[in-house]
């Protein structure tokens, strides 16, 4: 018994740290978004963190979040924090905290600027008719953390936003070529995934992961262990 009890223990991936995804809507709300949940607890499970889930805002105090690495917020939209909650996680980046925003993360408090500067940019638009097509990606960085599994260019089906107040402080890892679907509003340069550091934090991005099937794509979910282990101080830029 105390063999198989060692066996279980050694055969189980300890939880290095604890990760809250958050994904409260107050705007458009992704039928994605329980796909996404089943693909990070999976995820926890096999990479050894520990993801509780939530769309309850109070949990965004200064107490509260010092128990997480990590705070994803899986296609937020709208307004989903009040001032005391804004507050509170600006503490906690400005403590070192981490940062993963998954697609809609961008079209979420669009009349806080300092989270505007912690997501890189916000959603402005995206195409229709159909707004989920494919389109041809291109790695900028090679052989990086976040793109080292990804062929230099390649096509991937989702829908794909375009962005303003894009900032300029990030470091771009992928892009999309406008050239290869209609619909692209940021013609000089239109960066799907990036990463950077922030108000004594970490913050990465990623545009990807409207469509059910991107929780179950190798390609994605790997830039997104990826982006949470830059958040989480695993990966030095």
Excluded: C
Excluded at 93 to 101: L, R, S, W, Y
């Amino acid at each position: 018994m105390k063999k198989l009890i060692l066996l279980l223990l050694l055969s189980s991936p300890a939880f290095a740290f604890k990760v809250l995804v958050f994904s409260k809507t107050a705007g458009f709300r992704h039928s994605s978004i329980p796909v996404g949940i089943e693909a990070l607890k999976k995820m926890g499970k096999e990479k050894g963190f520990e993801p509780s889930f939530s769309e309850d805002a109070s949990l965004f105090t200064k107490d509260n979040l010092k128990n997480y690495k990590v705070i994803i917020f899986l296609n937020t939209t709208g307004d989903i924090l009040n001032s005391e909650q804004q507050a509170a996680f600006e503490s906690y980046i400005q403590a070192g905290g981490g940062f993963v925003g998954i697609h809609a993360a961008t079209d979420t408090e669009y009349d806080w600027p300092w989270y505007g500067g912690l997501v890189g940019g916000y959603f402005v638009s995206h195409p229709n008719n159909p707004n989920v097509k494919p389109a041809q990606f291109h790695v900028l960085i090679k052989n990086h953390w976040a793109t080292k599994h990804m062929p230099d260019t390649f096509e991937y089906v989702d829908e794909f936003y375009n962005f303003k107040n894009l900032s300029q402080k990030t470091t771009p890892v992928l892009s999309i070529d406008e050239k290869s679907y209609t619909g692209g509003k940021n013609p000089d340069f239109h960066p799907m995934s990036w990463f950077h550091e922030y108000d004594g934090g970490r913050a990465f991005y990623t545009a990807l992961g409207h469509t059910d099937e991107s929780y179950t794509n190798p390609l994605f979910l790997q830039h997104v262990w990826a982006g949470i282990q830059y958040a989480a101080r695993i990966f030095q830029p």
